[in-house]
């Protein structure tokens, strides 16, 4: 049986179990320093209201994560590490599992106000995920994309929001992809603010 659900702070090492199992980030193999240092960066932000994770659960044990960390000054969010324990060698299989937690998260941002994301990933991994995971999520494909920038390889971009929670990556560029709700999803969200003379416009 699987349950996905946002973690709370005192729940972290619910990603301890699921990085023990799964170490690699972008083929990056993430020592015991670096993932208790994360992690406690993870806790104090969850603590702070600055990041929400959901998980799915399998029989009570920890699968799947996906990461937000809130952007307040640009009333945004940036993906961080999304995680799989499976052992699958193509997202046709995985991205089904994986699709809950990422609904999950959308949910919760845009419950807080929060219509746009970045991702940064390279360009092939974006185009895969984008094609295959619109399949399984209710959401993701209310999303127009764009991309903002590319990092060279073992660079950083130079803009706080993109390298904050991120390690430069050595082997390939890295594009910072930016996920907006399309206006016709986000129209009743923007009337409940009351504004009278709101008209939500669609074209």
Known sequence: ????????????DHLKTIFRLNPKAMRVVMTE???DKYLNR???????GDAHVAVTFENGEPIVTYIGFVLVNIAGWHAGLSKITYKYNHYNKSAPIMADALDL?????????????WVTAPERHHNIRDKILCKHSKYLSRYKWFDET???????????????????????????RMYILDQQYR?????????????????
């Open 105 to 117: 998260l959308l949910e919760k941002m845009e419950s807080l106000g929060y219509y746009k994301f």
């Open 42 to 48: 993870i806790r104090e932000k969850i603590t702070e």
């Open 187 to 203: 129209v009743e969200k923007l009337r409940v603010k009351g504004c009278k003379e709101y008209k939500g416009t669609v074209l």
């Open 33 to 35: 320093e670096f993932q």
């Open 1 to 12: 049986m699987r349950e996905t659900r946002l973690i709370t702070a005192d729940e972290i």
């Open 150 to 176: 590319v990092i060279p390889a073992g660079e950083k971009s130079g803009v706080f929001s993109f390298d904050a929670f991120r390690r430069p990556v050595d082997w390939t560029d890295v594009v910072v």
